[in-house]
């Protein structure tokens, strides 16, 4: 079978979302609460965690993020 990857769209991090969702309605921490995957936790280190509990539970190869967060996701890179 061909490899697949998978790539996952995070809405947010810790209890935010960009103001483009939140028009919409969505709440970071209404979506946290919920045990949502689309939301990184706010701590770098957390995000490395996850990224990879997400990497070997469901195959994520890859996490796209908002412009928005991109500095404070951007440590995590070097954690995982």
């Not at 979302?17 to 946290?32: D, I, K, M, T």
């Not at 995000?47 to 990879?52: C, L």
Request: aromatic content about 6%; cysteine-free; glycine content about 8%.
């Amino acid at each position: 079978a061909p490899d697949v990857s998978l790539s996952l769209q995070a809405f947010g991090v810790g209890d935010r979302v960009p103001a483009y969702l939140a028009r919409q309605g969505f709440s970071g921490s209404a979506l946290q609460e919920a045990g949502s995957v689309v939301m990184l936790p706010g701590d770098p280190a957390a995000i490395a965690d996850q990224a990879r509990e997400r990497a070997e539970r469901f195959g994520v190869d890859e996490v796209v993020v908002p412009s928005d967060f991109v500095r404070e996701v951007a440590p995590a890179i070097a954690l995982v």
